[in-house]
């Protein structure tokens, strides 16, 4: 079925490999969506397995696992994604770490889904964010929009603890203030006649940096703590 010319981390970008991996994406979409959870591992499994495909994989099994109150398992699979590209499956990490009340933890991992999705933010709280206007915006709609979907397992019998508890992050004067300028530095990056493109990109980058992240989080763990 495959060439043997290609390895499987090129499938994605050969036009022969290609149409056989987004069939399985969009069957592995379904399944989830429709609650058949064996069968979506199952495809999870072949992805890996036939297609090399190791990130959406994980991303599926962590969003699995946490629609089936596995909460190990859905943090394993997330937290490996979450410098690869794939910086959504933070909010999986973060919700299963709220479960299992390792809400400091927790508190990490929702600061860096929030930095780089701040609108799906406010949509996993069911904050209306508006409509989005440029690119960066719709980008971060569609991410909403999916993890919606494909958490819909979990959101619809989230406990009220981990509910009260995200509620109450998003809410807190340090995190509203963080996603403010997030959302201003993106904003400045569609601006025509911006003449510093380059240290806006840059701050954007910072914000969402490893060492920004964790420093935050201490900072707004400090101010929950009672």
């Not at 971060?140 to 397992?153: I, K, Q, T, W």
């Amino acid at each position: 079925m495959f060439p043997k010319r290609l390895t499987r981390k090129h499938y994605w970008v050969d036009l022969a490999t290609r149409p056989y991996m987004r069939g399985l994406r969009n069957l592995l979409l379904g399944l989830n969506r429709s609650g058949k959870y064996i069968e979506a591992l199952e495809i999870c499994e072949k992805l890996e397995r036939e297609c090399g495909d190791a990130d959406t994989a994980a991303w599926y099994r962590a969003a699995i696992h946490l629609n089936i109150n596995c909460w190990e398992s859905a943090l394993e699979n997330a937290e490996g994604l979450i410098d690869r590209m794939l910086p959504d499956a933070a909010f999986i990490a973060g919700f299963a770490l709220s479960e299992t009340g390792k809400t400091k933890r927790a508190v990490t991992f929702f600061l860096h889904g929030i930095l780089h999705h701040p609108r799906a933010a406010r949509m996993l709280a069911g904050i209306d964010a508006g409509e989005p206007v440029h690119f960066d915006q719709v980008e971060d709609h569609n991410a909403g929009v999916g993890l919606l979907e494909n958490l819909h397992g979990y959101l619809s019998n989230q406990s009220p603890a981990a509910r009260s508890f995200y509620a109450q992050l998003l809410a807190h004067p340090i995190v509203g203030s963080l996603i403010e300028d997030m959302e201003t530095v993106i904003a400045q990056r569609h601006e025509r006649d911006n003449c510093e493109w380059r240290d806006v990109f840059d701050r954007m980058n910072e914000m969402r940096s490893t060492d920004f992240i964790v420093a935050q989080a201490q900072r707004v763990t400090a101010a929950l703590s009672p």
